[in-house]
């Protein structure tokens, strides 16, 4: 790969750990302080970051701010050049690690709401159904850190295959937030963030225009 | 009963107002314009659509025939249609109330009255509250309750994600009698939206949101007795009977108004990708497939409704089908379209957030597959009748 920032592959892993334990902005921030910040642009030149982060390019015009659970995302156009360009994934790499680890504590956060809510006097975290699509997104994010294990070992983008498994288990887990999910909240701010985070820094793209 | 219509002649009748619907889809979707603004704009053939004759002088017409909608085999081509166009202000139109099938089946007649000469007259809303905030709609856990107090009843509890609840006149609420439990000792009980105690509070929902869902609180709200509905049944004809009923009947409309957003998508993909590469065509040769699909069985179960045949497996495969199809579809758009399509396509962004929603309407898809897999093993899941086809 041309013009790769090189970052050791633990830290990608951290991150991961960071967005589960401690929320999205902890992790990027985590994952931004290995990078330029003209290595942090994603599709059309835009980046999407806690907002300090914005603060290191010179002229980032933000457009829009997209809450979650333990903070806030700014996305933001930069006017720079697409990193990916160059063949320089690294960042979107360790932008997907982040994503697993957000989706894992998005996971995290409907399951205990399911194993508090009760149905016909049981948790609902208990039924059978239920527990079956909790193993849908675990086997979806498993197989996402596979993908992603054997591209940092190879020193190559991963397929695009991960973007859909991480996007699978997102929707499955935010569908355990029955209608509360649907109404403007946290879990619905926070589902969204994760989304356009894949948006802005997806590895591979199956469309053009 | 009036006459009978093909679908495709439905469909050509509606159509304009589909186009209608779609040029304010994305200024109300992003709250530039209110719902209820554009609701009252609309053609009175669309704003009264499907009210009965006695209320309705001012049908859809195809050549001379009037078409009121009062069949759900009519009902869902409609729904279809207009949901194309903007399924968000489907959902705003004041007859897409799940109250109107339970009062047309429960209702005293002044009750009925009432309903329709507000919806004919001022297009008034009318809401359904079934859903509790910690027990969703399980008949089981409902807390909602009605009890009697000197000669009426007095409503207490809070109900959820009820569409159309802030802006009714008047409504339906489903609550227990106070001392009973389980699915037995369920009501539904008529009320005015100007009754002390009761407050409605709109929740904001990140698609569809013409659907104006709302909270509701239940501060002892007095009603007289008589706005009990099916107050002359049997406790196993009222109550829980009048809701299952009514979803079974509803179900097809849900995933009719799935399948519009599905093909809004479709067809908003092949606008903009004139040109495929072999494994895109192939993949949108097959949506168009399950798109045909989901419409043949959207239209068996409408016509298991009308023909008043067992038609709640049929129904529940109509709605699971066209969800799951509108899921697929609004998922894979997006991917077409290249990277950051949410932020370049705004509509397609709608879209996408619009069929994440009828996930949770009149039932989610575990509850549908389990609805189908019972139907189905005790030989209840086919009783659709022949008729006109989709």
């Keep these: 790969m041309n013009g790769t920032t090189l970052v050791p592959a633990d830290l990608f892993r951290q991150c991961r750990a960071t967005a589960f334990e401690r929320g999205l902005e902890a992790a990027l921030e985590q994952l931004a302080a290995e990078f330029a910040p003209e290595r942090t642009v994603g599709h059309g030149g835009r980046a999407m970051l806690p907002e300090p982060l914005l603060a290191r390019f010179a002229d ?77 997104v675990a086997a979806a994010l498993g197989q996402a850190v596979g993908l992603l294990d054997a591209a940092v070992s190879a020193a190559e983008p991963p397929p695009a295959l991960v973007e859909a498994e991480i996007g699978q288990a997102l929707r499955t887990s935010w569908k355990f937030f029955g209608a509360s999910g649907y109404v403007v909240d946290t879990a619905s701010d926070t589902g969204q963030a994760i989304t356009l985070l894949s948006d802005v820094y997806s590895i591979g793209f199956g469309g053009g225009r | 009963m009036s006459t009978t219509h093909a679908p495709e002649a439905i469909r050509a009748a509606v159509s304009e107002h589909a186009a209608e619907f779609r040029k304010t889809a994305l200024a109300t979707h992003l709250g530039e314009i209110a719902f209820e603004d554009v609701v009252r704009s609309l053609d009175p053939a669309i704003l009264r659509c499907s009210l009965p004759p006695e209320y309705n002088d001012t049908p859809l017409r195809i050549g001379s025939a009037p078409l009121y909608v009062r069949r759900i085999s009519e009902s869902v081509v409609v729904q279809e249609e207009l949901a194309w166009g903007d399924a968000g202000l489907v959902l705003a139109m004041p007859w897409a109330t799940l109250a109107t099938f339970v009062i047309d089946q429960m209702a005293r007649p002044q009750i009925r009255e009432t309903h329709y000469t507000r919806l004919a007259e001022r297009s008034e809303w009318t809401f359904f509250a079934v859903t509790e905030p910690e027990h969703g709609s399980d008949p089981v856990a409902m807390e909602t309750t009605i009890a009697a107090d000197g000669d009426g009843l007095v409503i207490d509890g809070v109900k959820r994600y009820v569409g159309h609840g802030f802006r009714g006149s008047s409504g339906l609420v489903f609550c ?17 939206a100007k009754t002390p105690g009761f407050t409605a509070t709109e929740l904001r929902t990140i698609g569809l949101r013409g659907a104006g869902l709302s909270e509701l609180r239940f501060d002892g709200v007095r009603i007289d007795p008589g706005d009990v509905l099916g107050g002359k049944s049997s406790s196993t004809r009222r109550g829980l009977f009048g809701a299952t009923r009514t979803f079974d009947m509803l179900r097809p409309g849900v995933g009719a108004m799935a399948l519009g957003v599905a093909r809004a998508a479709y067809d908003y993909v092949r606008a903009e990708r004139r040109t495929l590469r072999s494994d895109e065509a192939a993949a949108m040769d097959r949506f168009a497939e399950r798109i045909a699909g989901a419409r043949a069985l959207i239209a068996a179960a409408a016509r298991a409704v009308d023909a008043q045949q067992p038609c709640g497996s049929l129904s529940s495969a109509a709605k699971l089908t066209a969800v799951r199809l509108a899921e697929d579809v609004t998922v894979a758009s997006l991917r077409l379209l290249g990277p950051c399509a949410r932020l370049d396509h705004p509509l397609m962004d709608k879209l996408r957030r619009d069929a994440q929603g009828f996930e949770f309407m009149e039932g989610m898809t575990d509850i549908q597959r389990q609805t189908v897999a019972q139907g189905y093993l005790t030989n209840r899941f086919w009783p659709a009748p022949t008729g006109p086809r989709a």
Excluded: H, Q
């Excluded at chain 1, 806030?72 to 050049?81: I, V």
């Excluded at chain 1, 790499?93 to 995290?108: K, N, Q, S």
């Design chain 1, 60 to 136: 980032a015009a933000v457009t829009g701010t997209y809450p979650t659970d333990t903070g806030a995302l700014a996305l933001a156009g930069t006017g720079l050049a697409d990193p990916a360009d160059e063949a320089d994934w690294s960042w979107r790499i360790g932008v997907a690690w982040v994503r697993v680890g957000a989706v894992e504590r998005f996971t995290r956060t409907a399951t205990d709401r399911l194993s508090r809510r009760r149905i016909g006097g049981n948790p609902t975290i208990t039924l059978p159904l239920v527990r079956a699509a909790v193993g849908d």
């Design chain 2, 176 to 192: 227990r009698k106070a001392g009973t439990s389980g699915p037995t000792g369920l009501e539904i009980a008529w009320i005015d």
